[in-house]
């Protein structure tokens, strides 16, 4: 569906508080404009800023937003009257309500709303509003102002209103209850929501007891605790020896009341059980077998935990593995543990192994790339090269991991199958012109990254695909890589690496390659599934920059390095995250003797994991160690370096390294 946007009447003066508002001609004079303005909103079009450049309103809209924070208004209404059409002139309407919103009016927010309707300033505003008028406990005006939101501190201030107010008090609750009904903590503005519930004795027992184990599946122990309060006397001590078995699971297995047999008391028991199979899923197999004689577990039940303990077994590479796995039903619905029986037999190179498991797989992942791709590796193997060449074959027209493997085994040159896209210059100064991306780029150029982001997602959220397509073009050649990459990827438009694998940075680059003997491209895969080569990207670990390291890491870097840290804000500067980032990974190839698969693991997951991870005895091709990779998010993130590393060797115009040999074998642990 096409999205139109249509450029937003405004008008010259400030949105002004009553409070602070100063009447005079001046005054009457702009909102005289205002009116005539409203009126003629649909006539309005999207021009460019006429009469001088941009550079120069540039300059003067930030010379506003420093005159608005040192509080001088004459001198910021003065500046905006001149950027009637530069394209971030709303924001520093935004910027003034903001401010002003503890004496800001419903009409003047009304106006407000009608300009900037649509635009992620509306949406901001109406936010920081519903919250201003919460604080006021205007609840009649929050009402009036509320849409849909996806906050619940808002959700619970709405529902709160609407009690106060009395509009459909028993729907109200309802909707409380459902908000209450979570396994975690919700914020503090709906106590009095859950309050009310509790006051309208709307919650049974039952409904507590629902939300204990919600709050014990979600590893919440201390909130399950905390909702116990409500129960009586005799459920508070079965919710106490939950929390229990919950912190100490063996010592919870082998008490007193662990002998009754009650639901309850095996529901207990089963998490128990589960909690101990995370780090010795062998000792919890023996408590298991034997419970087993004293309880009457569910089929059910009993085949979840079996499960859970075979999967930590298989994770762990317990000696008993084999054993647990043979244990663990198949229910057909776990496809995390059948995948995991395929990696168990990978692991041990049971060719026969391998081909039954992955024979009982789902179809749906049966025929994904990487269970064809050993398949063919485990029917080659075993002398079926027809039927093994038939399917490398057809991996090896694929850019991927799998298909790079497969070209391997083929000894074939990998299929790049880059394909640009066409974008005519009309096309894309359209494009260019409507408002939407207007301000993205001006806040782009202005630093200001998150609200330029916001504003590329109101721009593309309802595109066709063709259009995000030339909207990806249209932020590559902007520079903004990771809006050109993102935008091609929600296109599902693949194929045109010069879009895709930016070399952005490239001297940079080059030369920490140089200085820490790297691969460039190597350097390159790591930001390119790091960040995406997004500048300011902050993960929700505390990880920053294009190489999303940890302020802890690059301070150790620097002082390794001898060279000045600057505080976690320069790593958000892509020369020295780059400097950084490149120290440290040569500090992991050096630890792991030059492996790439072993510095990527360690890069994502650390390398007190990785250590761990190790082959105990003898060497492990990199490949299947890499299949065995206990995190799915490190697996992944392995085999995405490396194939990055091959395209950006492509990219870089350079003799293309083989995946292979950046698999070398896995050597044992010292």
């Not at 879009?499 to 952005?504: C, E, K, N, W």
């Not at 790591?526 to 390291?549: C, K, N, P, T, Y």
Request: hydrophobic share 40%.
């Amino acid at each position: 569906m096409k999205r139109k946007f249509r450029h937003c009447a405004r008008r010259a003066g400030p949105l002004r508080p009553a409070a602070v508002a100063r009447p005079g001609r001046a005054g009457l004079l702009a909102s005289a404009l205002f009116v005539l303005l409203a009126a003629l909103a649909p006539a309005l079009l999207p021009a460019p800023a006429r009469g001088e450049n941009l550079e120069r309103q540039r300059d003067r809209y930030l010379e506003a937003e420093s005159a608005l924070r040192r509080g001088q208004l004459s001198r910021f209404e003065q500046l905006k009257q001149k950027l009637f059409e530069y394209p971030l002139y709303g924001y520093l309407d935004f910027a003034y309500l903001r401010k002003y919103r503890k004496k800001a009016t419903a009409e003047q927010l009304r106006e407000f709303f009608r300009l900037y309707n649509g635009q992620p300033i509306a949406t901001r505003m109406r936010t920081a509003w519903l919250q201003e008028l919460a604080r006021r406990r205007d609840w009649e005006t929050f009402l009036d102002f509320y849409w849909p939101q996806t906050s619940t501190r808002l959700r619970c201030h709405e529902i709160h209103a609407r009690l106060k107010l009395g509009r459909e008090p028993e729907q109200a609750l309802e909707d409380a209850l459902e908000l209450w009904m979570v396994g975690h903590s919700q914020p503090d503005a709906c106590t009095p929501v859950f309050k009310a519930l509790y006051a309208a004795s709307v919650l049974s027992a039952d409904h507590i007891w629902q939300r204990i184990r919600l709050a014990f599946a979600a590893g919440k122990p201390s909130l399950a605790r905390y909702l116990a309060r409500q129960l009586s006397g005799g459920d508070r001590r079965w919710v106490e020896r939950w929390y229990q078995a919950h912190r100490r699971p063996t010592a919870a297995l082998t008490s007193n009341w662990a002998q009754h047999d009650s639901p309850l008391v095996r529901e207990i028991l089963a998490h128990a059980l589960i909690r101990l199979a995370r780090h010795k899923p062998a000792q919890a197999a023996q408590h298991l077998q034997r419970l087993e004689k004293t309880h009457r577990f569910t089929p059910g039940r009993r085949g979840e935990v079996l499960r859970r303990i075979a999967l930590s077994a298989v994770l762990s590479d317990d000696p008993q593995a084999d054993a647990l796995l043979a244990r663990a039903p198949d229910d057909g619905q776990d496809h995390d543990l059948a995948q995991w029986r395929v990696r168990h037999a990978l692991r041990r190179q049971d060719t026969a192994a391998v081909l039954d498991t992955i024979g009982q797989l789902a179809p749906a992942l049966r025929g994904q790339d990487e269970w064809r791709y050993w398949e063919a590796w485990a029917l080659d193997r075993q002398g079926q090269r027809g039927r093994a060449m038939q399917i490398y074959g057809e991996l090896a027209e694929k850019r991927s991991y799998y298909g790079f493997l497969a070209a391997d085994r083929l000894q074939r040159d990998y299929a790049m199958n880059d394909r640009p896209t066409p974008a005519r210059r009309d096309e894309l100064r359209q494009l260019a012109s409507w408002p939407a991306f207007r301000r993205a780029h001006e806040l782009y150029l202005l630093g200001r990254r998150t609200d330029a982001r916001r504003e590329w997602y109101a721009a593309t959220r309802q595109m066709e695909q063709r259009q995000l397509e030339l909207a990806a073009v249209l932020a590559h050649r902007w520079g903004w890589h990771d809006r050109a990459i993102i935008t091609a990827a929600e296109a599902r438009h693949w194929d045109d690496l010069a879009l895709r694998f930016p070399l952005a940075h490239r001297d940079t680059i080059l030369a920490a390659a140089a200085r820490y003997r790297l691969d460039p491209a190597l350097i390159y895969g790591v930001i390119r599934q790091e960040s995406a080569f997004m500048e300011d990207a902050h993960s929700a670990v505390g990880a920053l920059g294009l190489m999303q390291l940890m302020p802890a890491t690059g301070r150790q870097t620097a002082r390794a390095l001898n060279i000045r840290y600057g505080g976690n804000r320069a790593l958000l500067h892509s020369s020295h995250n780059i400097q950084l980032g490149s120290a440290y990974l040569n500090h992991l190839l050096t630890r792991y003797k030059g492996s790439p698969v072993l510095a990527a693991a360690a890069y994502n997951a650390g390398p007190h994991r990785v250590s761990r991870w190790l082959p105990r005895k003898q060497a492990v091709p990199a490949a299947l160690w890499t299949e065995n990779i206990p995190f799915r998010e490190t697996r992944h993130y392995v085999k995405q370096v490396l194939t990055y590393a091959t395209i950006f060797d492509w990219r870089l115009s350079r003799t293309i390294t083989r995946l292979s040999s950046r698999l070398s074998d896995i050597r044992p642990r010292d």
